[in-house]
């Protein structure tokens, strides 16, 4: 089944041109050189990197219609369909599209599923809108407050909602099996038939790209690796052959020495790292305890005419030098006892130049390869993952998984098949090579994030440099594609020069990371690239999966050139390579704390390592070609301005979270204030009810309902002489009353004790009014009435109550039982019954002044308000046409029962004692008061 692709009208010029170009080979390379050239001409610097909504608002025709003019050319190369052999996976034939020679990369998307553990359960900021559609929403986007409660700073110029498209969303419930077969068997089929094949899983830390690769624990998990390696070994299976050369270098081949460790897959026997080191042991029986978890059945149809053999190599980047994960590890110098540190000491490798004998392209630029790197011969799917759980224990060993699950490494599989057939001698010229990059990214979260330190911070820096540089890479070929298809789809009369065209594009800047350089033949050369974008939708780091997202959507619109097969050039096997003018840089020392977790009856346990990782040895680059100073110098300025904007956006958060810290404060401030203004506004609240209650408390004891009057109780009496006049029982009435046997009726009825009344200190107006009464040598009657006339709240209150003046005495009393409560301002206040608790006595107390009511004041103040009104003359009057005796009967009907003053008057009444009793009758309601005369 052949692709679909967009086929666009040829130009009539571009028809002529490429029909010139008769074997299919020359076109083929045609097509490749023009891909280097465009990955290579340096004209301009690379582009500044665009924003998502940018990239994805674009499509990418411009590299598709390039894509599809070149694989409209008559002389272009298309790769035979299934014509090559049909896939079969058990029972089902599973079609695989071909691509035509020049092709997009491949961008896969995977949802990774919600595991839990990424905090409390969230909405996930990712929808899908199709197969190949993702809208991508800031999760605080409506939020102030960050999506994790944390105050967000937003200085991102990550769009709040984007929508991205892939080759195809992968939804998170997609099963192993099934995410292998779209995305990387296709690649496995290429492998068998002769060609390049590079993918590789890009997304932040905890999306998911370890599990991809190689699987997760449980039954159908196995992941990429593990399937491409049974696929291969099913496809092959009792077609493997015994060959005398392997491959070398990118695409080359050499003779096999027998005794070299390439030959075979000595190592796991071969193993003696662990012997003496209980520690190392444990951590490789808990690799190579593991069960083989599951076994993919999918066979692929291959030619039976040839034979293959399979190799594998495992290296690691780590801090921006590239390590062989499948040596033996040289244990130089192991602690004799477990609290020494183990030391181990590993070797870098360098990247080297392919010789031009085996450069596809005399024109282009020349690949590099990994020099040293151990390719190891496989001949059955388990002894490939046994190797490869070897180089995944080294990587732990050396620790960049030592101390955290994350992988800080970007850890690189490559799988070369060497293919003879079988009518053909076995000589170099008969073998042809391809290979199968697998790549298992380090995180791309930036270090920010990590709170990365010290040799942590060093580490993301690298792992941020290499993606950053792998961005660029991408960047700088996409653009320079577009470059080059505006030139293709110009009219010829406003077309440039090829030359012109090729001095217009920018040098794509694959030297500039070690992770680069060694996929830069895949970019340039011939192969299919697959980028597979794991994301985790419930994880807090949007901004880092909106760069992932970028970086996706700049690589859909890359092509690369479709891939060929090819006949290797042949060398003598030179393991080490080139030996001669090499030197050494130094070495970095590593402590890595290695911990094995106990299983069943094993404990866990740490142990220190110290690694030694020595730097490559550095060939003389005279058959390099040199960098290029400015880019190199530009380079560096982007580096600086990396670290530049990393420390500003520190600063940022350092000034945003100090700013929220004054806010919190001053308000802190604001509401302790509040508090303080009701706390005292609550005090005043108390203290006056306390007060009333004093006031209440006093005003029964003086009416005799609970216990005795203060002056009974022993107090000593008032300042004032007068006050000593009690309304009261007879019985307190002080002894100089005694003597007044004189017919003066003396009603000094109240006298405010200054000190004692709430009133005391404030203004007084005494008012003494003689009542003069017929027949008695001193027919007056003294009222003496002392009342607050300093605007006291009391007169208001008072004055509000309008006085009945209809009513009788008796209705009088009644009314002041039931009179509102008086209130008194907090400063002129007396001390509260708490106060006088706390501090000792009140001074009034300590006096013993009588206590004097608001009531009785008020009492005598309407008494005297209404005497005022009555002239004495009236009164007299009044007194001497009174019935005493007449008057009895009535007064006795009418006197309210219950009273303070009825209750005298029937006492006296009682007594017998009738002239002492009289009664001040009111002019205008004609009744009487009754006072008690002495
Ligand atoms: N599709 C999936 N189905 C089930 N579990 C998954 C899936 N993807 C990831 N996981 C689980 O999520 C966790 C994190 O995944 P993984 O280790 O692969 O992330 P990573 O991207 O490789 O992280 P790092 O870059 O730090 O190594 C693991 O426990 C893994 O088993």
Same mark, same amino acid.
């Given at each position: 089944?052949?692709?679909?692709?967009?086929?666009?009208?040829?130009?009539?010029? /571009?028809?002529?041109?490429?029909?010139? @170009?008769?074997p299919k080979a020359?076109a083929t390379r @045609?097509s490749a050189?023009?891909?280097?050239?465009?990955?290579? =001409?340096?004209?301009?610097?690379?582009?500044?990197?665009?924003? &998502?909504?940018?990239?994805?608002?674009?499509?990418?025709?411009?590299?598709?219609?390039?894509?599809?003019?070149?694989?409209?050319?008559?002389?272009g190369k298309r790769a035979p369909a299934l014509a090559k052999g049909g896939i079969?996976?058990?029972?089902?034939?599973?079609?695989i599209p071909i691509d035509a020679d020049r092709e997009?990369?491949?961008?896969?998307?995977?949802?990774?599923?919600?595991?839990?553990?990424?905090?409390?359960?969230?909405?996930?900021?990712?929808?899908?809108?199709?197969?190949?559609?993702?809208?991508?929403?800031?999760?605080?986007?409506?939020?102030?407050?960050?999506?994790?409660?944390?105050?967000?700073?937003?200085?991102?110029?990550?769009?709040?909602?984007?929508?991205?498209?892939?080759?195809?969303?992968?939804?998170?419930?997609?099963?192993?099996? *099934?995410?292998?077969?779209?995305?990387t068997l296709p690649l496995v089929r290429g492998l068998l038939d002769g060609e390049d094949g590079l993918l590789?899983?890009?997304?932040?830390?905890?999306?998911?790209?370890?599990?991809?690769?190689?699987?997760?624990?449980?039954?159908?998990?196995?992941?990429?690796?593990?399937?491409t390696?049974?696929v291969l070994f099913?496809s092959t299976?009792?077609l493997q052959g015994?060959s005398?050369y392997r491959p070398a270098r990118l695409n080359g081949i050499?003779?096999? *020495?027998?005794?070299?460790?390439?030959?075979?897959?000595?190592?796991?026997?071969?193993?003696?790292?662990?012997?003496?080191?209980?520690?190392?042991? $444990?951590?490789? &029986?808990?690799?190579?305890?593991?069960?083989?978890? !599951?076994?993919?059945?999918?066979t692929l149809k291959v030619d039976r005419n040839y034979e293959y053999s399979i190799w594998l190599?495992?290296?690691?980047?780590?801090?921006?030098?590239?390590?062989?994960?499948?040596?033996?590890?040289? $244990?130089?110098?192991?602690?004799?006892?477990?609290?020494?540190?183990?030391?181990?000491?590993?070797?870098?490798?360098?990247?080297?130049?392919t010789?031009?004998?085996e450069n596809l392209d005399?024109?282009?630029?020349?690949g590099?390869?990994?020099?040293?790197?151990?390719h190891?011969r496989?001949?059955?799917?388990?002894?490939?993952?046994?190797?490869?759980?070897?180089?995944?224990?080294?990587?732990?060993?050396?620790?960049?998984?030592?101390?955290?699950?994350?992988?800080?490494?970007?850890?690189?599989?490559t799988v070369k098949l060497l293919r003879k057939h079988r009518g053909e001698?076995d000589e170099p010229s008969s073998y042809m090579t391809s290979r199968l990059t697998l790549?298992?990214?380090?995180?791309?979260?930036?270090?920010?994030?990590?709170?990365?330190?010290?040799?942590?911070?060093?580490?993301?820096?690298?792992?941020?440099?290499?993606?950053?540089?792998?961005?660029?890479?991408?960047?700088?070929?996409?653009?320079?594609?577009?470059?080059?298809?505006?030139?293709?789809?110009?009219?010829?009369?406003?077309?440039?020069?090829?030359? *012109?065209?090729?001095?217009?594009?920018?040098?794509?800047?694959?030297?500039?990371?070690?992770?680069?350089?060694?996929?830069?033949d895949y970019?340039?050369g011939e192969g299919r690239v697959t980028?597979?974008?794991?994301?985790?939708?419930?994880?807090?780091?949007?901004?880092?999966?909106?760069?992932?997202?970028?970086?996706?959507?700049?690589?859909?619109?890359?092509?690369t050139a479709a891939p060929t097969r090819r006949v290797p050039a042949t060398?003598?096997?030179?393991?080490?390579?080139?030996?001669?003018?090499?030197?050494?840089?130094?070495?970095?020392?590593?402590?890595?704390?290695?911990?094995?977790?106990?299983?069943?009856?094993?404990?866990?346990?740490?142990?220190?390592?110290?690694? #030694?990782?020595?730097?490559?040895?550095?060939?003389?680059?005279?058959?390099?070609?040199?960098?290029?100073?400015?880019?190199?110098?530009?380079?560096?300025?982007?580096?600086?301005?990396?670290?530049?904007?990393?420390?500003?956006?520190?600063?940022?958060?350092?000034?945003?979270?100090?700013?929220?810290?004054?806010?919190?404060?001053?308000?802190?401030?604001?509401?302790?204030?509040?508090?303080?203004?009701?706390?005292?506004?609550?005090?005043?609240?108390?203290?006056?009810?306390?007060?009333?209650?004093?006031?209440?408390? !006093?005003?029964?004891?003086?009416?005799?309902?609970?216990?005795?009057?203060?002056?009974?109780?022993?107090?000593?009496?008032?300042?004032?002489?007068?006050? $000593?006049?009690?309304?009261?029982?007879?019985?307190?009435?002080?002894?100089?009353?005694?003597?007044?046997?004189?017919?003066?009726?003396?009603?000094?009825? #109240?006298?405010?004790?200054?000190? @004692?009344?709430?009133?005391?200190?404030?203004?007084? &107006?005494?008012? *003494?009014?003689? =009542?003069?009464?017929?027949?008695?040598?001193?027919?007056?009657?003294?009222?003496?009435?002392?009342?607050?006339?300093?605007?006291?709240?009391?007169?208001?209150?008072?004055?509000?109550?309008?006085?009945?003046?209809?009513?009788?005495?008796?209705?009088?009393?009644?009314?002041?039982?039931?009179?509102? $409560?008086?209130?008194?301002?907090?400063?002129?206040?007396?001390?509260?019954?708490?106060? &006088?608790?706390?501090?000792?006595?009140?001074? /009034?107390?300590?006096?013993?002044?009588?206590?004097?009511?608001?009531?009785?004041?008020?009492?005598?103040?309407?008494?005297?308000?209404?005497?005022?009104?009555?002239?004495?003359?009236?009164?007299?009057?009044?007194?001497?046409?009174?019935?005493?005796?007449?008057?009895?009967?009535?007064?006795?009907?009418?006197?309210?029962?219950?009273?303070?003053?009825?209750?005298?008057?029937?006492?006296?009444?009682?007594?017998?004692?009738?002239?002492?009793? =009289?009664?001040?009758?009111?002019?205008?309601?004609?009744?009487?008061?009754?006072?008690?005369?002495?």
């Amino acid at each position: 089944m052949t692709r679909n692709t967009l086929r666009l009208p040829i130009h009539p010029s /571009h028809k002529a041109m490429t029909s010139r @170009a008769k074997p299919k080979a020359m076109a083929t390379r @045609a097509s490749a050189r023009t891909t280097r050239a465009m990955a290579q =001409i340096e004209t301009s610097l690379p582009a500044p990197t665009r924003s &998502a909504r940018a990239v994805t608002a674009k499509s990418s025709d411009s590299s598709r219609a390039m894509s599809a003019k070149m694989s409209a050319q008559p002389g272009g190369k298309r790769a035979p369909a299934l014509a090559k052999g049909g896939i079969s996976r058990v029972a089902t034939e599973i079609a695989i599209p071909i691509d035509a020679d020049r092709e997009p990369i491949k961008a896969f998307l995977r949802i990774r599923p919600d595991m839990g553990g990424d905090g409390p359960k969230k909405a996930p900021y990712l929808e899908s809108l199709s197969d190949t559609a993702v809208r991508m929403m800031d999760p605080s986007r409506d939020d102030p407050r960050g999506y994790s409660g944390i105050p967000r700073f937003r200085p991102s110029a990550a769009p709040l909602s984007s929508v991205y498209t892939f080759t195809h969303v992968f939804p998170p419930a997609t099963q192993q099996p *099934d995410f292998f077969a779209k995305t990387t068997l296709p690649l496995v089929r290429g492998l068998l038939d002769g060609e390049d094949g590079l993918l590789f899983a890009y997304g932040v830390t905890n999306s998911g790209k370890t599990y991809t690769m190689q699987g997760g624990s449980q039954q159908s998990s196995a992941g990429i690796l593990p399937r491409t390696i049974d696929v291969l070994f099913n496809s092959t299976e009792g077609l493997q052959g015994s060959s005398k050369y392997r491959p070398a270098r990118l695409n080359g081949i050499e003779l096999n *020495d027998s005794s070299s460790i390439f030959s075979r897959a000595p190592s796991l026997d071969n193993f003696t790292l662990p012997a003496q080191q209980p520690i190392l042991g $444990d951590v490789l &029986a808990e690799h190579f305890g593991l069960s083989e978890v !599951d076994h993919d059945p999918t066979t692929l149809k291959v030619d039976r005419n040839y034979e293959y053999s399979i190799w594998l190599s495992y290296a690691e980047v780590y801090n921006e030098k590239i390590y062989d994960l499948l040596t033996n590890v040289e $244990d130089a110098g192991a602690g004799t006892s477990r609290t020494q540190p183990i030391l181990l000491t590993r070797k870098a490798l360098s990247m080297k130049p392919t010789p031009p004998s085996e450069n596809l392209d005399a024109d282009g630029p020349i690949g590099k390869y990994i020099s040293g790197l151990t390719h190891v011969r496989v001949d059955s799917a388990k002894e490939a993952k046994r190797l490869v759980k070897l180089g995944q224990l080294h990587r732990r060993v050396f620790g960049t998984l030592a101390n955290s699950q994350s992988s800080r490494s970007h850890g690189i599989v490559t799988v070369k098949l060497l293919r003879k057939h079988r009518g053909e001698k076995d000589e170099p010229s008969s073998y042809m090579t391809s290979r199968l990059t697998l790549i298992d990214l380090a995180g791309s979260e930036r270090s920010k994030n990590t709170q990365a330190s010290g040799e942590r911070l060093k580490e993301a820096g690298n792992i941020n440099k290499s993606l950053m540089v792998l961005g660029q890479c991408i960047e700088v070929m996409r653009a320079n594609q577009k470059r080059v298809a505006q030139s293709l789809g110009a009219s010829e009369s406003q077309r440039s020069d090829t030359r *012109d065209v090729k001095k217009s594009l920018a040098i794509v800047p694959f030297r500039h990371s070690k992770l680069t350089e060694i996929l830069m033949d895949y970019f340039t050369g011939e192969g299919r690239v697959t980028v597979i974008i794991n994301i985790n939708p419930y994880d807090t780091g949007f901004d880092e999966n909106s760069n992932v997202m970028k970086f996706a959507a700049l690589t859909r619109e890359v092509s690369t050139a479709a891939p060929t097969r090819r006949v290797p050039a042949t060398g003598r096997a030179k393991a080490g390579g080139k030996m001669g003018n090499l030197q050494s840089i130094g070495s970095h020392h590593r402590k890595v704390l290695l911990s094995t977790y106990g299983r069943g009856d094993r404990q866990s346990s740490e142990t220190q390592l110290d690694v #030694v990782e020595e730097d490559e040895d550095v060939e003389d680059e005279s058959e390099e070609e040199p960098l290029n100073g400015l880019v190199e110098a530009l380079f560096d300025e982007i580096e600086r301005l990396r670290l530049q904007l990393f420390d500003s956006e520190m600063r940022s958060a350092v000034i945003e979270a100090e700013t929220r810290e004054e806010v919190m404060r001053e308000m802190e401030e604001r509401i302790s204030e509040i508090e303080k203004r009701f706390a005292r506004r609550l005090m005043n609240e108390v203290e006056l009810n306390e007060m009333r209650m004093d006031a209440k408390i !006093d005003m029964l004891h003086r009416s005799g309902v609970i216990g005795k009057t203060p002056s009974k109780a022993g107090l000593p009496s008032g300042k004032s002489g007068e006050s $000593d006049a009690r309304v009261s029982d007879s019985e307190e009435l002080p002894e100089e009353n005694d003597s007044s046997e004189d017919d003066h009726v003396d009603l000094t009825a #109240v006298r405010r004790s200054q000190a @004692a009344s709430p009133l005391a200190g404030r203004g007084k &107006a005494t008012k *003494d009014i003689r =009542i003069a009464v017929p027949g008695h040598s001193a027919p007056h009657t003294k009222l003496t009435e002392t009342i607050d006339r300093t605007g006291s709240p009391l007169d208001a209150l008072e004055e509000e109550e309008e006085f009945d003046e209809t009513e009788d005495e008796g209705s009088v009393a009644e009314t002041e039982s039931d009179e509102p $409560d008086e209130w008194f301002p907090a400063s002129s206040r007396p001390r509260s019954t708490t106060a &006088a608790l706390q501090n000792g006595p009140l001074p /009034h107390l300590q006096q013993a002044p009588p206590p004097v009511f608001e009531r009785d004041v008020k009492a005598e103040r309407t008494q005297a308000r209404r005497r005022n009104k009555t002239s004495v003359s009236e009164l007299a009057q009044d007194l001497g046409g009174l019935n005493l005796a007449g008057e009895k009967t009535r007064q006795q009907a009418a006197r309210p029962t219950g009273t303070r003053q009825s209750r005298r008057v029937s006492e006296a009444e009682e007594d017998g004692d009738e002239d002492s009793i =009289i009664v001040v009758q009111n002019s205008k309601s004609g009744e009487g008061q009754k006072k008690k005369k002495r």
